[in-house]
């Protein structure tokens, strides 16, 4: 089974070097979803403070499959609280 690597940029870069085995393309889709949605979750005063961060999936090759990137867009009207 191929082995998919998630590397995330905040500003950091904090590269996966272990990976994850999974099956095929699409559950390395599902893993990245999940993945983000946990970061997210758990360091959301970050996510705040860098208005925008990213996830590359790689391959075994180091070829980028796909990328999910997120970022902060606040109207005029918002104040941080």
């Known amino acids: 089974?191929?082995?998919?690597?998630?590397?995330?940029?905040?500003?950091?870069?904090?590269?996966d070097r272990q990976g994850t085995v999974l099956a095929d393309l699409n559950a390395a889709r599902r893993e990245g979803v999940r993945y983000a949605a946990a970061l997210l979750a758990e360091h959301h005063e970050k996510f705040w403070d860098a208005g925008e961060w990213s996830m590359q999936v790689a391959n075994d090759?180091?070829?980028t499959l796909f990328q999910l990137t997120f970022f902060v867009t606040e109207s005029a009207g918002s104040s941080k609280s």
């Open 1 to 15: 089974m191929p082995r998919y690597f998630f590397h995330v940029q905040d500003g950091q870069d904090y590269p």
């Open 61 to 63: 090759q180091n070829m």
